[in-house]
C-alpha cells in the first residue's frame, strides 16, 4: 500500500497519505519556512481533503528542519503563485479557522520555530506536541500589524494576562514555558517528535468523531 502524495497547490508543502494518517510537511528551508498565500491556502486544502475522506483520517503538520513555520512570508517574496487564489480574501486564504473546527482530528508536531502563523496553527489545532528545541512567539506588534484574530484566540490558551504579555511584549517563549502556560500540551525529545505525533493521531482516532465535536 504505497504513500499516497497530493498536490496542494505549491512545491512548498509536501503531502502524504499512509493509511489513516496524512502527513503536511512545510519544506521551504531556503526562506525558513516563511508561509506564502499558496502555502497557507495550501494548509486549508489539506484540511479540506482529510474531511472529505470517507475513511476517518487525522492530519499531522510539522515542518523541516529547526523551523516548524515563522509565520506569513513579509518580504513579498511569492514562488508559487496559485492561480485559484485570485479574487480570494485574506480571511479566505489562511487556515486558522478550518484547523480549529475541523472534524478530521488536526495535530501539530512543532519541530522547530512557530512564530506568528506558525503559531496559530498549533494552538488552533486539536492537539500540539512540541519538540524541546520549539521556540514560540507572536511578533504582530512589532511588525506594527494589529491582529485581532490573534486577540482572540490567545486569552483562551493562556488567559488573559498571559495574552496581553505575549502579545505586547512579542518575546520568545521556550517549549518549557510553552507548555507550562497551555500553548502546547506536550513537549519531548526532538528525535521521539514524529512519533509522539503519530501515537497522538492514532489516540485521538479512537474516539467518536461525533462526540469529540
Not at 482572540?152 to 517563549?173: E, K, Q, S, W
Request: proline share 6%; hydrophobic share 45%.
Amino acid at each position: 500500500d504505497p504513500m499516497q502524495k497530493v498536490d496542494l497547490g505549491t512545491p512548498f508543502l509536501r503531502f502524504e497519505v499512509d493509511g489513516h494518517l496524512a502527513w503536511c510537511t512545510i519544506d521551504r528551508p531556503a526562506s525558513r519556512n516563511a508561509l506564502t498565500s499558496a502555502m497557507y491556502y495550501g494548509i486549508k486544502q489539506a484540511v479540506s481533503w482529510v474531511n472529505r475522506r470517507s475513511e476517518p483520517t487525522a492530519l499531522i503538520l510539522t515542518g523541516v528542519g529547526d523551523v516548524f513555520a515563522p509565520g506569513g512570508e513579509l518580504r513579498g517574496k511569492q514562488e508559487d503563485e496559485n492561480p485559484a487564489l485570485a479574487g480570494l480574501s485574506a480571511g479566505d486564504v489562511v487556515p486558522f479557522e478550518s484547523i480549529r473546527t475541523s472534524r478530521a482530528p488536526v495535530i501539530a508536531a512543532v519541530n522547530g520555530i512557530a512564530f506568528g502563523g506558525g503559531l496559530l496553527i498549533a494552538m488552533l489545532s486539536d492537539v500540539a506536541v512540541a519538540s524541546e528545541r520549539a521556540v514560540f512567539r507572536a511578533p504582530e506588534l512589532l511588525l506594527g500589524i494589529a491582529d485581532t484574530g490573534y486577540a482572540a484566540y490567545l486569552p483562551p490558551h493562556v488567559g488573559l494576562a498571559r495574552a496581553r504579555d505575549l502579545l505586547f511584549t512579542g518575546r520568545r517563549v521556550d517549549a518549557a514555558e510553552a507548555q507550562a502556560i497551555g500553548l502546547v500540551s506536550r513537549v519531548v525529545p526532538h528525535e521521539r517528535l514524529l512519533d509522539e505525533a503519530r501515537q497522538m493521531a492514532e489516540d485521538v482516532l479512537r474516539t467518536g468523531p461525533d462526540a469529540r465535536r
